[in-house]
T-cell receptor, first 116, second 113 residues
Framework: DAGVIQSPRHEVTEMGQEVTLRCKPI?????LFWYRQTMMRGLELLIY????????DSGMPEDRFSAKMPNASFSTLKIQPSEPRDSAVYFC??????????????FGQGTRLTVV | KQEVTQIPAALSVPEGENLVLNCSFT??????LQWFRQDPGKGLTSLLL?????REQTSGRLNASLDKSSGRSTLYIAASQPGDSATYLC????????????FGTGTRLTIIP
Protein backbone atom coordinates (compact mmCIF):
# COMPACT_ATOMS: atom_id res chain seq x y z
CA ASP A 1 0.00 0.00 0.00
CA ALA A 2 1.22 3.53 -0.79
CA GLY A 3 0.22 4.79 2.63
CA VAL A 4 -2.07 7.71 3.38
CA ILE A 5 -2.18 10.02 0.37
CA GLN A 6 -2.98 13.69 0.65
CA SER A 7 -3.45 16.31 -2.03
CA PRO A 8 -2.41 18.89 -2.78
CA ARG A 9 0.97 18.99 -1.02
CA HIS A 10 0.99 22.77 -1.09
CA GLU A 11 -1.84 25.26 -1.47
CA VAL A 12 -1.64 29.03 -1.63
CA THR A 13 -4.91 30.89 -1.76
CA GLU A 14 -6.30 34.33 -1.18
CA MET A 15 -8.33 35.19 1.85
CA GLY A 16 -12.02 34.52 1.28
CA GLN A 17 -11.50 31.70 -1.19
CA GLU A 18 -12.72 28.15 -0.66
CA VAL A 19 -10.06 25.53 -0.01
CA THR A 20 -10.54 21.77 -0.29
CA LEU A 21 -8.00 19.33 1.05
CA ARG A 22 -8.16 15.67 0.07
CA CYS A 23 -7.17 12.42 1.70
CA LYS A 24 -7.06 8.78 0.67
CA PRO A 25 -6.59 6.52 3.71
CA ILE A 26 -4.84 3.19 3.73
CA UNK A 27 -7.12 0.55 2.25
CA UNK A 28 -9.01 -1.37 4.89
CA UNK A 29 -8.50 1.16 7.66
CA UNK A 30 -11.60 1.90 9.69
CA UNK A 31 -10.62 5.24 11.16
CA LEU A 32 -9.66 8.50 9.51
CA PHE A 33 -8.35 11.57 11.32
CA TRP A 34 -7.74 15.18 10.30
CA TYR A 35 -5.07 17.08 12.28
CA ARG A 36 -3.72 20.60 11.99
CA GLN A 37 -0.16 21.58 12.89
CA THR A 38 0.97 25.11 13.68
CA MET A 39 4.01 26.52 15.40
CA MET A 40 1.90 28.03 18.15
CA ARG A 41 -0.42 25.14 18.95
CA GLY A 42 1.42 22.07 17.68
CA LEU A 43 -0.68 19.16 16.40
CA GLU A 44 -4.40 19.30 17.09
CA LEU A 45 -7.14 16.85 16.17
CA LEU A 46 -9.87 18.50 14.13
CA ILE A 47 -12.24 15.60 13.44
CA TYR A 48 -12.24 11.85 13.04
CA UNK A 49 -14.42 9.31 11.26
CA UNK A 50 -15.21 5.67 11.93
CA UNK A 51 -16.51 3.70 8.96
CA UNK A 52 -17.20 6.98 7.12
CA UNK A 53 -19.25 8.42 9.99
CA UNK A 54 -18.00 11.53 11.85
CA UNK A 55 -17.50 10.61 15.50
CA UNK A 56 -15.89 13.65 17.12
CA ASP A 57 -15.74 17.06 15.48
CA SER A 58 -15.13 19.03 18.65
CA GLY A 59 -11.75 20.14 17.36
CA MET A 60 -13.16 21.86 14.28
CA PRO A 61 -12.41 25.51 15.01
CA GLU A 62 -15.35 27.21 13.33
CA ASP A 63 -18.30 26.68 11.05
CA ARG A 64 -16.04 27.68 8.18
CA PHE A 65 -14.52 24.22 8.49
CA SER A 66 -16.32 21.11 7.27
CA ALA A 67 -15.26 17.54 6.59
CA LYS A 68 -16.85 14.71 4.68
CA MET A 69 -16.11 11.08 4.02
CA PRO A 70 -18.40 9.92 1.20
CA ASN A 71 -16.77 6.49 1.04
CA ALA A 72 -14.10 4.38 2.71
CA SER A 73 -11.35 5.55 0.37
CA PHE A 74 -11.83 9.31 0.32
CA SER A 75 -12.24 12.26 2.64
CA THR A 76 -12.22 16.03 2.22
CA LEU A 77 -11.63 18.92 4.57
CA LYS A 78 -13.09 22.18 3.32
CA ILE A 79 -12.53 25.72 4.53
CA GLN A 80 -14.96 28.35 3.29
CA PRO A 81 -14.15 31.20 3.43
CA SER A 82 -10.47 30.85 4.21
CA GLU A 83 -8.60 33.30 6.46
CA PRO A 84 -4.87 33.97 6.99
CA ARG A 85 -5.02 32.36 10.45
CA ASP A 86 -5.97 29.08 8.79
CA SER A 87 -2.44 28.84 7.41
CA ALA A 88 -0.97 25.60 8.75
CA VAL A 89 -0.03 22.07 7.76
CA TYR A 90 -3.05 19.79 7.65
CA PHE A 91 -2.45 16.09 8.17
CA CYS A 92 -4.68 13.14 7.47
CA UNK A 93 -4.13 9.87 9.32
CA UNK A 94 -5.78 6.47 9.32
CA UNK A 95 -5.75 3.41 11.54
CA UNK A 96 -6.90 -0.14 11.16
CA UNK A 97 -8.97 -0.44 14.31
CA UNK A 98 -9.88 1.52 17.39
CA UNK A 99 -6.92 2.62 19.47
CA UNK A 100 -8.46 0.65 22.25
CA UNK A 101 -6.97 -2.29 20.44
CA UNK A 102 -3.63 -0.54 20.43
CA UNK A 103 -3.05 -0.08 16.76
CA UNK A 104 -0.94 2.67 15.31
CA UNK A 105 -2.08 5.69 13.39
CA UNK A 106 -0.39 6.26 10.02
CA PHE A 107 0.01 9.80 8.74
CA GLY A 108 0.05 11.32 5.27
CA GLN A 109 2.68 13.81 4.11
CA GLY A 110 0.43 16.74 4.89
CA THR A 111 -0.91 19.72 2.96
CA ARG A 112 0.82 23.03 3.64
CA LEU A 113 -1.86 25.71 3.36
CA THR A 114 -0.98 29.38 3.05
CA VAL A 115 -3.78 31.93 3.01
CA VAL A 116 -2.67 35.41 1.93
CA LYS B 1 -6.80 19.52 31.42
CA GLN B 2 -4.97 16.66 29.77
CA GLU B 3 -1.62 17.87 28.45
CA VAL B 4 1.56 16.41 27.04
CA THR B 5 4.87 18.20 27.53
CA GLN B 6 8.23 17.60 25.93
CA ILE B 7 11.36 19.24 27.29
CA PRO B 8 13.75 20.38 25.95
CA ALA B 9 12.35 21.86 22.77
CA ALA B 10 15.69 21.33 21.05
CA LEU B 11 18.72 19.15 21.67
CA SER B 12 22.11 18.84 19.95
CA VAL B 13 24.28 15.78 20.51
CA PRO B 14 27.58 14.61 18.96
CA GLU B 15 27.34 11.58 16.71
CA GLY B 16 27.75 8.25 18.45
CA GLU B 17 26.40 9.32 21.82
CA ASN B 18 23.40 7.76 23.50
CA LEU B 19 20.58 10.15 24.32
CA VAL B 20 17.22 10.34 26.05
CA LEU B 21 14.16 12.33 25.02
CA ASN B 22 11.52 13.09 27.62
CA CYS B 23 7.73 13.21 27.57
CA SER B 24 5.45 13.97 30.50
CA PHE B 25 1.67 13.86 30.72
CA THR B 26 -0.77 15.23 33.25
CA UNK B 27 -3.20 12.32 33.64
CA UNK B 28 -1.90 8.88 34.58
CA UNK B 29 -5.08 7.22 33.27
CA UNK B 30 -3.72 6.81 29.77
CA UNK B 31 -4.54 4.02 27.39
CA UNK B 32 -1.38 4.10 25.33
CA LEU B 33 1.48 6.32 24.22
CA GLN B 34 3.09 6.62 20.81
CA TRP B 35 6.42 8.13 19.72
CA PHE B 36 6.65 9.67 16.26
CA ARG B 37 9.43 11.10 14.16
CA GLN B 38 8.87 14.08 11.86
CA ASP B 39 11.40 15.20 9.27
CA PRO B 40 11.25 18.79 7.96
CA GLY B 41 8.38 19.22 5.53
CA LYS B 42 7.30 15.62 5.97
CA GLY B 43 4.56 13.69 7.70
CA LEU B 44 4.82 11.72 10.92
CA THR B 45 6.42 8.30 11.09
CA SER B 46 5.38 6.03 13.94
CA LEU B 47 8.36 4.71 15.90
CA LEU B 48 6.98 2.88 18.92
CA LEU B 49 3.62 2.29 20.58
CA UNK B 50 3.47 1.43 24.29
CA UNK B 51 0.31 0.07 25.80
CA UNK B 52 -0.62 1.21 29.29
CA UNK B 53 0.09 -2.28 30.62
CA UNK B 54 3.63 -2.25 29.26
CA ARG B 55 6.78 -0.73 30.72
CA GLU B 56 8.86 -0.51 27.56
CA GLN B 57 9.12 -1.25 23.86
CA THR B 58 12.21 -1.69 21.73
CA SER B 59 12.87 -1.33 18.02
CA GLY B 60 16.46 -1.47 16.83
CA ARG B 61 18.43 1.33 18.48
CA LEU B 62 15.27 2.80 20.00
CA ASN B 63 13.82 1.99 23.39
CA ALA B 64 10.76 3.66 24.82
CA SER B 65 9.75 3.39 28.45
CA LEU B 66 6.54 4.24 30.23
CA ASP B 67 5.95 5.10 33.89
CA LYS B 68 2.28 5.90 34.33
CA SER B 69 2.52 6.62 38.03
CA SER B 70 4.94 9.47 37.45
CA GLY B 71 3.36 10.53 34.16
CA ARG B 72 6.52 10.07 32.15
CA SER B 73 7.85 8.37 29.07
CA THR B 74 11.37 8.39 27.67
CA LEU B 75 12.73 7.58 24.24
CA TYR B 76 16.29 6.27 24.37
CA ILE B 77 18.36 6.39 21.19
CA ALA B 78 21.58 4.39 21.23
CA ALA B 79 24.67 5.21 19.18
CA SER B 80 23.12 8.27 17.57
CA GLN B 81 23.65 8.93 13.85
CA PRO B 82 23.22 12.08 11.73
CA GLY B 83 20.20 10.42 10.13
CA ASP B 84 18.48 10.50 13.52
CA SER B 85 18.19 14.29 13.22
CA ALA B 86 14.48 15.11 13.22
CA THR B 87 11.70 16.29 15.50
CA TYR B 88 10.43 13.63 17.88
CA LEU B 89 6.82 13.82 19.02
CA CYS B 90 5.13 12.05 21.87
CA UNK B 91 1.36 11.43 21.66
CA UNK B 92 -0.97 10.08 24.33
CA UNK B 93 -4.37 8.45 24.14
CA UNK B 94 -5.89 9.49 27.44
CA UNK B 95 -9.31 7.93 27.54
CA UNK B 96 -10.51 4.42 26.91
CA UNK B 97 -12.62 4.36 23.77
CA UNK B 98 -11.56 7.83 22.74
CA UNK B 99 -9.52 7.76 19.56
CA UNK B 100 -8.05 11.21 20.08
CA UNK B 101 -4.28 11.55 20.31
CA UNK B 102 -2.93 14.46 22.35
CA PHE B 103 0.48 15.51 21.08
CA GLY B 104 3.43 17.14 22.78
CA THR B 105 5.14 20.02 21.02
CA GLY B 106 8.14 17.88 20.17
CA THR B 107 11.90 17.88 20.66
CA ARG B 108 14.00 18.93 17.69
CA LEU B 109 17.07 16.68 17.71
CA THR B 110 20.28 17.50 15.86
CA ILE B 111 23.08 14.96 15.68
CA ILE B 112 26.41 16.66 15.05
CA PRO B 113 28.75 14.67 12.76
Amino acid sequence: DAGVIQSPRHEVTEMGQEVTLRCKPISGHDYLFWYRQTMMRGLELLIYFNNNVPIDDSGMPEDRFSAKMPNASFSTLKIQPSEPRDSAVYFCASSLAPRTRNTEAFFGQGTRLTVV
Amino acid sequence: KQEVTQIPAALSVPEGENLVLNCSFTDSAIYNLQWFRQDPGKGLTSLLLIQSSQREQTSGRLNASLDKSSGRSTLYIAASQPGDSATYLCAVSFNFGNEKLTFGTGTRLTIIP
